[in-house]
């Protein structure tokens, strides 16, 4: 059985050994503290669904539903690893971690429960836009558009394909894509990352855009 009995770091600010020493009672000054920190947690939770419930399409009542159901499950998980609070952060801080952890994984799972619509061609058509290009003619962003959509097919792993297309095309919000894939958003944005590079290298090598980059002088 894992010891969750709190630690306290050398150099804790005052607050954090506060918040650990009375949560690591009983009775109703744990009580006060427990409702205290829930409040604290629902305010984050409210401000970070706002901030992203809209790309899933979470409005109205459900936005508040999703929110207080993050902060009822950050709160137990805060309560049970205290043990693991080491006074890198204040605790307050650390609390607030598990708070949009729950968020992210609610509106993850929220989006594949209700998908968005499938991409369908004339997307393809203006995604050079999505990237900032702005070629004159209207040709050429059709030439752009297939020799982007080659490069997606041919140039990138099954791994990148797989992220470029969900988040550039479908729109598919980070957070799901982390829930479906099973990853973090690290790794997420590292694939995102790596695949735009190769694009944009074999869009110059083809002659679609300009090199940029710096060089040596």
């Not at 993050?70 to 605790?91: C, H, I, P, Y």
């Amino acid at each position: 059985m894992v010891d969750e009995t709190p630690v306290t770091a050398p150099g804790l600010d005052a607050e954090s050994a506060w918040w650990l020493g009375v949560l690591a009672e009983t009775g109703p000054q744990r009580e006060a503290a427990l409702r205290r920190l829930h409040e604290l947690l629902v305010r984050v939770a409210r401000a970070e669904v706002a901030r992203r419930g809209p790309r899933v399409r979470i409005t109205g009542p459900e936005l508040d539903d999703v929110a207080c159901q993050a902060a009822a499950d950050a709160l137990m998980a805060v309560t049970g690893k205290l043990g693991q609070f080491r006074g890198e952060s204040r605790f307050t801080t650390w609390a607030c971690k598990f708070a949009i952890f729950e968020v992210s994984a609610k509106i993850g799972r929220h989006f594949w429960r209700h998908p968005a619509v499938p991409l369908d061609a004339e997307d393809w058509d203006r995604l050079p836009d999505r990237f900032g290009f702005d070629p004159a003619q209207e040709a050429e962003w059709r030439d752009l558009a297939a020799a982007l959509r080659r490069a997606v097919d041919d140039k990138l792993t099954p791994r990148q394909r797989h992220v470029f297309v969900a988040i550039v095309l479908n729109g598919v919000p980070l957070d799901a894509l982390v829930l479906e894939l099973g990853t973090n958003r690290n790794a997420i944005y590292k694939a995102l990352f790596d695949a735009r590079r190769k694009l944009r290298s074999v869009l110059v090598a083809d002659g679609y855009l300009r090199d940029d980059s710096p060089r040596d002088s």
